[in-house]
């Protein structure tokens, strides 16, 4: 398996890249189509796939608030106590005219995007790139653990103390 990164070749099943260390757990589950969570996909709060915004949710969450303001306004007015607690349905009220904005704003910022979008007009075929020479082996790069590792099969030098704490003569 082969690193993304450096391009170094790395053993089968391994996590870490030895060279740059970079994370290649996910390669052969990227090289087989199985990876889930692809760059293209949208997640929204907490790493759940968020919908696509569309205008019709939009139009849905702003009705939604709308009503739930109009029916605070009808329980100040008629609902027995309703003039002490009519405000709290005011909190679900703007919640859905504010999730129907920012599902416009979404949608306007998605079109934007896509509007944006290069085409590409021509592409160049890559069978008609020569091969590259596999003939001979590239010398192996040094790893990363070489110099970290180093160290482990010396001793350290051992200090003797005395019961004061004071080094021994």
């Known amino acids: 398996m082969f690193c993304p990164k450096c391009a170094t070749q790395n053993i089968e099943g391994a996590s870490f890249c030895r060279v740059c260390g970079a994370n290649i ?4 589950q990227a090289l087989t189509g199985q990876l889930q969570g692809t760059s293209g996909e949208n997640r929204g709060r907490g790493g759940r796939l968020a919908k696509p915004p ?3 949710s939009a139009v849905q969450e702003i009705m939604s608030g709308i009503g739930f303001a109009v029916v605070a306004i009808l329980v100040s007015k008629y609902a027995p106590a ?3 607690w009519w405000f709290w349905l005011l909190i679900p009220a703007f919640i859905g005219m504010g ?3 920012s599902e416009i704003v979404r949608l306007a910022i998605a079109s934007k995007q896509q509007n944006q979008r290069p085409q590409l007009e021509s592409f160049t075929r890559t069978d008609s790139l020569a091969a590259p020479s596999t003939a001979e082996l590239l010398p ?19 200090r003797h103390l005395d019961s004061a704490g004071e080094p021994r003569k």
């Open 25 to 28: 757990s996910l390669v052969p």
């Open 82 to 84: 309703g003039q002490i």
């Open 99 to 101: 999730k129907g904005l």
């Open 140 to 158: 192996t790069p040094p790893s990363v653990t070489e110099g970290t590792t180093r160290h482990l099969g010396q001793d350290a030098a051992t």
């Open 54 to 56: 569309s205008a019709a």
